[in-house]
């Protein structure tokens, strides 16, 4: 196995209800300027709160490693994530060094406050796709929502730029939260509509155990389904690719796509390919793990890429998650690992 090796996955992996592993999340960092309240709440995320040193860091040396290794097991597609990894010094070598090696899909998730400076210098890097967050285009429900008084303009400057250089189709992710921007859905619908870039609506999610989750905040897609449906006539279209995550609906007078990401409502564990690397080097299985698997401690400690290989062909394995099926008042009240810290 060598990590310049471009073949078929030579050890795929499934797991105990057959899932194969093909996507890799890797969170870069765990840091954010943004505080968004379904997220990284000011209450918690504050002044003290202790973020991880450089040195527990992955470096972009051991991240480009593991991402080699898990291309061995049939990892096809990464998305580099956070905490905001635009925050990520030089994040661009670590793009480049990925590219260069691993020819997969490249793909990151950014809250854009960075990308009209970055746009450039991350397609140049081999970045082939962006997902952008914007939780509303009211002004005062976004800087609410990102509690750091970042204006909506600063995001669709940065969905311009990247535009601009050729980042086309860019997904624009908007969380739902009953009360709070459900009230903006059709807004964005509108702005978006015709412009070739696709929303993506999300229903608010029990990650962590910080955020204040309530059943009665998610705005099921279904109903939003139907209020889009209502003002702008939408059909169903079939997936890309197995696993997909959203559900994809088109404009029924052809001007465009939008998707729905229905993670509470309609579970689709059985089809979940996903891991997740921390920004310090552990895995998980789930993004509603407990627990994850230290890779970091084994790489700086001269373990063997086969050693390291046979560790992650192991856990996938015996993996049975299915988390979104099982969802509970009580598992949500679990202490589970956050997104910020996990990688969304
Ligand atoms: N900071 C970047 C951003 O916001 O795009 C990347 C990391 S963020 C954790 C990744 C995605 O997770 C974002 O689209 C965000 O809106 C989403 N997210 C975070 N917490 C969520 C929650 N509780 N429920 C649903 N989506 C959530
Ligand atoms: Fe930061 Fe993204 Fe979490 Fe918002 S969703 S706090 S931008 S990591
Ligand atoms: Fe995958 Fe876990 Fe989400 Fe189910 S709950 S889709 S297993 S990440």
Redesign the pocket.
């Known amino acids: 196995m060598t990590a310049n090796d471009s073949s078929p996955a030579e050890t795929a992996v499934t797991d105990t209800r057959k899932r194969h592993l093909r996507d890799l999340r890797i969170s870069v960092t765990d840091r954010c300027n943004f505080r968004c309240t379904y997220c990284m709440p000011k209450s918690v995320y504050d002044r003290d709160f202790k973020f991880l040193e450089r040195t527990q860091l992955l470096s972009f040396d051991e991240i480009n490693r593991l991402v080699g290794i898990f291309k061995d097991h049939g990892v096809e597609k990464v998305r580099i994530t956070g905490g905001e990894p635009l925050l990520r010094k030089q994040l661009e070598k670590l793009l480049d060094m990925i590219s260069v090696s691993h020819q997969l899909d490249l793909t990151l998730t950014t809250n854009a406050t960075l990308l009209k400076q970055k746009a450039s210098m991350l397609l140049d890097a081999g970045l082939k796709r962006i997902t952008v967050s914007l939780d509303s285009l009211d002004e005062n429900t976004f800087q609410m929502m990102n509690d750091m008084k970042v204006p909506v303009s600063k995001v669709l400057e940065g969905i311009e730029e990247a535009d601009r250089v050729g980042f086309q189709p860019i997904k624009i992710n908007m969380v739902v939260k009953q009360g709070v921007n459900d009230e903006h859905v059709i807004e964005m619908a509108r702005y978006f509509k015709g412009t070739g870039h696709i929303v993506r609506f999300i229903e608010f999610m029990d990650v962590g155990s910080t955020n204040g989750w309530q059943m009665s905040h998610v705005v099921p897609s279904k109903k939003l389904v139907e209020q889009i449906n209502e003002v702008f006539p939408i059909e169903p279209v079939e997936p890309n690719y197995f696993g997909e995550v959203a559900e994809r609906w088109k404009y029924s007078d052809g001007s465009g796509e939008i998707g729905f990401i229905s ?1 509470v409502t309609q ?3 059985q089809s ?1 390919t ?1 891991a997740r690397l921390s920004a310090e080097g552990s895995i998980y299985t ?3 793990a407990t627990q994850g698997t230290d890779l970091r401690m084994l790489l700086r400690t001269g373990a063997s890429d086969s050693t390291i290989s046979n560790v992650i062909a192991n856990l996938w394995q015996a993996r049975t ?5 099982i969802r509970t008042a009580e598992t949500a009240s679990l202490r589970k690992i956050e997104m910020s810290y996990i990688g969304g």
Do not use: K
Request: proline residues 0%.
């Open positions: 993670s579970a689709f564990c979940c996903r789930c993004l509603f998650d299915n988390y979104s099926e």
